[in-house]
């Protein structure tokens, strides 16, 4: 069955780095997109970035220049890289997969920035 786990939140400091991956499973991983979400307390989730099966990338505004989302086929799995982290991007963090119209989701991994 496919499945997505997520890894690598914690506790940093506004200015810090944190890098998160997506293992994935059950499916063929180099031929789909992956993509990055999150949601903060109270509010609605939120796309963070993805990633094409090419390797290709788009950011929304709010962490462009600050994020980058990258993908090693052989190890099935999807990074996002996060820098100059900001106490608003304090969130639970998640990767989706959508084939034939259904959405996969991971279980989330929180992140926390500090001021």
């Known amino acids: 069955q496919v499945q997505l786990v997520e890894s690598g939140g914690g506790l940093v400091q506004a200015g810090g780095s944190l890098r998160l991956s997506c293992a994935a499973s059950?499916?063929?991983?180099?031929?789909?997109?992956i993509g990055w979400y999150r949601q903060a307390p109270g509010k609605q989730r939120e796309l963070v970035g993805t990633?094409?099966?090419?390797?290709?990338?788009n950011y929304p505004d709010s962490v462009k220049g600050r994020f980058i989302i990258s993908r090693d086929n052989a190890k099935k799995t999807v990074y996002l890289q996060m820098n100059s982290l900001l106490p608003e991007d304090t969130a639970v963090y998640y990767c989706?997969?959508?084939?034939?119209?259904?959405?996969?989701w991971g279980q989330g991994t929180q992140v926390t920035v500090s001021s």
């Open positions: 989706k997969v959508t084939m034939s119209w259904t959405d996969y």
């Open positions: 059950g499916f063929t991983f180099s031929r789909n997109a």
């Open positions: 990633i094409s099966s090419g390797g290709f990338t």
